[in-house]
């Protein structure tokens, strides 16, 4: 004999995570057909580790290194581009593939619209606009260097902070960014993460 | 204005008790439908969410949702009863046994809003004052409802039990 309780209701009422999941399939396919993504973003799996890239109707606006935590990642990118944001892997498959080709080895420059919104217009603007341009795959250069390119050569220590705060690592090559020592400098995803892109493109010896 | 979470961690968080929701009200088949055109509105108004109350905000959308839902349903040529429809297509094939069987049918008999009421507060899991919020009423009205519900499923079961002595 049933009766009606409260924790019977609930059991019966419930719907598993399962079934949730399959719910919201192709819900962020729908959203985008009806112009409401405003930020996508999809994981990418590499041998450094996952990377986070995320994209608005732009270009890349952000790929996040590995070992930052997603969370923080989205909650920054809603803060500051738009809370309107799904993870919709299709709006990444370009960047995805180009990444992809680069830690195989067999792509040496990305051809990828880039949304620079993110830093601010001006002179940090300048330091990673020029240091997408000038750096190619395998070359290096100093601070001061990538700062007289942005125009001010004096202003080596706020290149540095530009760089650091680069928000599309990688696609703009921060990494190739050294002292003018030579030593290697300061990197988001750690100083060891910074020679293995160098040692991949042969910048620096094995 | 506050600033929202991430719409993803938002449908992550509230996906469940939303499906459960309109599972409740609308029937497991036609919930999955309902369920993505509440989530769809909600990233449409998203920006303007108050966001101190996100889950029955979203529930508040999927209510009107079901409503909507009910209401194209009985514009169709041939109406059938809601309640049989209910019961036909409870997940009894997802190996469901008698006894939630008879807790759908139960459910699916009662009016729209103790209905609604009863699966914002067991399937939604929303504390009363929420309910309150989800239902556009007082927070004791909310918990009148709700066991004015299960008042009524619980006679709705002893006259089936009777009928079957």
């Known amino acids: 004999m049933t009766r009606i309780d409260p924790r019977r209701l609930r059991k019966t009422l419930a719907a598993g995570a399962d079934d949730a999941a399959l719910a919201a399939e192709g819900l962020a396919a729908r959203a985008a057909d009806e112009g409401l993504v405003d930020v996508a973003y999809a994981t990418l799996d590499t041998p450094l580790g996952t990377f986070t890239l995320a994209a608005t109707e732009r270009g890349l606006v952000r790929v996040a290194l590995p070992g930052a935590p997603l969370g923080g990642v989205l909650e920054r990118l809603a803060a500051e581009v738009s809370p309107r944001l799904l993870e919709l892997p299709a709006r990444l498959d370009p960047a995805r593939r180009e990444l992809d080709e680069y830690f195989a080895g067999s792509r040496r420059s990305f051809d990828l619209e880039l949304d620079w919104r993110l830093t601010p217009a001006g002179f940090y603007r300048r330091v990673l606009r020029s240091a997408s341009r000038r750096l190619h795959f395998g070359a290096t250069a100093s601070y001061g260097q990538v700062a007289a390119w942005a125009g001010s050569p004096r202003a080596s220590r706020a290149a540095g902070t530009a760089l650091a705060r680069n928000p599309i690592p990688i696609v703009v090559p921060c990494h190739r960014v050294l002292r003018s020592s030579g030593e290697i400098g300061l990197y988001g995803g750690g100083p060891a993460m910074k020679e293995e892109l160098l040692r991949l493109e042969g910048a620096i010896e094995e | ?165």
């Open chain 2, 1 to 165: 204005m506050a600033t929202q979470q991430p719409f993803q961690a938002f449908l992550d968080e509230h996906r469940a008790p939303v499906l459960s929701f309109l599972r409740a009200m609308v029937g497991p088949v036609d919930a999955d439908d309902v369920f993505q055109e509440t989530f769809i509105a909600a990233l449409r108004a998203y920006r303007r969410m108050d966001g101190r109350h996100p889950r029955a905000w979203v529930l508040t959308i999927a209510r009107r949702k079901a409503i909507d839902h009910h209401r194209a349903r009985a514009r169709r040529p041939v109406p059938r009863d809601d309640v049989v429809e209910l019961s036909d297509r409870t997940p009894a094939e997802s190996g469901h046994g008698e006894e939630e069987r008879e807790i759908w049918t139960a459910v699916a008999g009662l009016s729209a809003a103790q209905r609604a009421a009863i699966a914002l507060r067991y399937a939604a899991e929303l504390p009363y004052r929420e309910i309150g919020t989800a239902l556009g009423c007082s927070e004791e009205a909310a918990r009148r409802r709700v066991h004015d519900g299960l008042r009524a499923l619980r006679a709705s079961f002893e006259n089936r039990q009777e009928a079957t002595r």
